[in-house]
């Protein structure tokens, strides 16, 4: 298994860290800023979000349902219903 680390920084910034790890050998792939910014665009949300922009983002969502939107009934959340069918 490879172990991958992926690093971003100027190239002054980059040698400081390769020169501290000498007997390691390293493939070094180049970027221009453009790619690095679509890349981190692409991030899936639940990657990177804090738990704050998870309260937020659901909080949002549940506000863009209707208030008045249907609902189950009484008898479809009892226990009985829920779990039919368990011995």
């Known amino acids: 298994m490879v172990d991958r680390t992926e690093m971003e920084g ?50 949002e969502w549940v506000q863009s349902h209707p208030p008045d939107g249907p609902s189950l009934s009484d008898d479809a959340v009892t226990r009985d219903s829920i779990y039919s069918g368990r011995a």
């Open 10 to 59: 100027t190239g002054e910034e980059l040698e400081q860290v390769l020169k501290a790890m000498p007997k390691r050998r390293f493939r070094v792939l180049l970027l221009p800023e453009e790619a690095v910014t679509e890349r981190e665009e692409s991030v899936p949300f639940y990657e990177t979000a804090s738990a704050e922009e998870w309260t937020r983002a659901f909080s």
